[in-house]
């Protein structure tokens, strides 16, 4: 059968195909300095954008600051729910300390009388993806999290969401403390159906 995949794969090709997460609790410093975390959202922010509306923003949680946020969800933790176990939260508290750097990526939705707001969000959600392939493109690591404190309506305050906006992921980026293992990946051959009219 002629195709017309050419026989060396371009190195771009072979980059999206090396594309993992490493788990936030492998990653350690050094960060992206500042210089490079915007060098890195320059290739975030590329993504596919509908109107041109920018529906997202991004918050940096880095220093001091993780542990601080650490143990506000460990209190926030054991109020949602009381019967809360230790290692529960002790995971709230650390949830935000491994990774030297947590990029919080905030989709900002609300009205529009022309762009669905479905589409506003997977612009997000690319984003997301773009600033994980960037981070892993210049020897760093990350991972996408959520859990609850992407959806629980205090936090949102603390971090100073406004309305219409909504945590997409936190992006913990850091230097890989060893190399991720890899997993099982989708058979593109099974998820591929051809329409016939
Ligand atoms: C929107 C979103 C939220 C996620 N949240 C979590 C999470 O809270 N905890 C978790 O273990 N993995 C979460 N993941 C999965 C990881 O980001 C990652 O995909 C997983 O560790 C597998 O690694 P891989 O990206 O190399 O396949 C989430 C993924 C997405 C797309």
């Known amino acids: 059968m002629s195709h017309n995949l050419p026989d060396e794969l371009p190195a771009a090709l072979a980059m999206l195909d090396s594309r993992r997460s490493v788990p936030a609790r492998q990653l350690t410093g050094p960060a992206p ?23 997202w923003r991004f918050l940096a ?7 601080a946020l650490g143990e506000r969800l460990a209190a926030r933790g054991i109020e949602r729910d009381p019967h809360a176990g230790e290692a529960a939260v002790e995971k709230d508290r650390l ?43 210049l020897g760093f690591g990350a991972q996408w999290l959520t859990g609850w404190p992407a959806y629980d309506t205090e936090v949102a305050h603390w971090l100073g969401l406004r309305e219409h906006e ?32």
Not at 106 to 116: N, S, Y
Not at 168 to 184: C, D, N, Q, S, Y
């Open 95 to 137: 949830r935000f300390s491994h990774a030297p750097l947590v990029v919080t990526v905030i989709a900002r939705l609300g009205p529009d009388e022309k762009i669905p707001e479905q589409e506003r969000l997977l612009s997000a959600g690319c984003v997301c993806f773009a600033l994980l392939q960037a981070a892993q493109a």
């Open 166 to 197: 909504h945590i997409v992921g936190f992006l913990h980026i850091g230097t890989p403390k060893l190399e991720a293992p890899e997993r099982e990946r989708p058979d593109p051959r099974e998820l591929l159906t051809e329409w016939t009219p």
């Open 61 to 67: 949680i880095r220093g001091e600051a993780r542990h």
């Open 33 to 55: 300095d500042e210089p490079t975390l915007l060098r890195l959202l320059r290739s975030a922010v590329r993504v596919p954008d509908h109107g041109k509306r920018t529906p």
